[in-house]
């Protein structure tokens, strides 16, 4: 049987304390140049974080910009908050659904997520929202894992993904590439630098 979102939730919420510790080696080695990446692409005055967690982004934020940021697991967003006021980050945080978003159509410059649509009950009905509340000409910028091209190595991914996602609640074989190109985008262009798996996409709306 497949995870409701409140099930979903609760494995966020039980982790969320040590969130940060259980991704550092990944942290250091792989993600955190890439998140740098990720927010160099970013544009605009006003920009949407998806699944902000525990506010691993914080430290790229544009200074200029105007930054609202959601998740849906309240205790991930309260790390979160500890994280912002910390850093003194300028920064609204927000308890919301990716799925169900309270914002108006084009409401921002930039939507921004990463490693998110693992853990998305609805991932087609999560990047519909995002390209909702995007403004005309703005983009929709994720930094994502994704199920692998190489067969043998797709098949190990989705023998795993069960026991993944009833540990931490997030998904390794999705196909998020595939969904963002069937959103009705203008433009769906991967960072040439990505390799297999982890996807630097950027759709332009």
């Known amino acids: 049987m497949k995870p409701d979102r409140t099930i979903i939730k609760k494995r966020y919420d039980r982790i969320a304390p040590f969130f940060d510790l259980l991704e550092a080696p990944m942290e250091g080695l792989f993600f955190r140049p890439w998140r740098q990446r990720l927010w160099a692409k970013a544009i605009g005055h006003h ?7 525990t506010g691993k982004n ?3 934020y544009p200074k200029a910009a105007r930054i609202t940021a959601i998740d849906f697991s309240p205790n991930m967003l309260k790390q979160a908050a500890k994280t912002r006021d910390r850093k003194t980050i300028q920064v609204e945080l927000d308890l919301l659904d990716i799925q ?4 108006a159509d084009n409401s921002f410059d930039t939507v921004i997520g990463s490693f998110v649509f693992c853990s998305v009950l609805l991932p087609n009905k999560g990047l519909k929202e995002l390209y909702r509340v995007c403004k005309p000409e703005g983009q929709v910028l994720l930094l994502e894992h994704v199920v692998s091209s190489k067969p043998l190595l797709a098949w190990a991914m989705n023998l795993l993904n069960p026991i993944v996602v009833k540990l931490f609640g997030a998904n390794i074989n999705r196909d998020t590439v595939k969904n963002v190109k069937a959103c009705g985008f203008t433009t769906v262009r991967i960072d040439e630098h990505c390799g297999d798996i982890l996807k630097l996409i950027e759709a332009k709306k």
Request: glycine share 14%; charged share 15%; proline share 7%.
């Open 47 to 53: 920009i949407l974080e998806v699944g902000v967690g």
């Open 100 to 103: 169900s978003l309270p914002y």
């Open 58 to 60: 914080f430290d790229y």
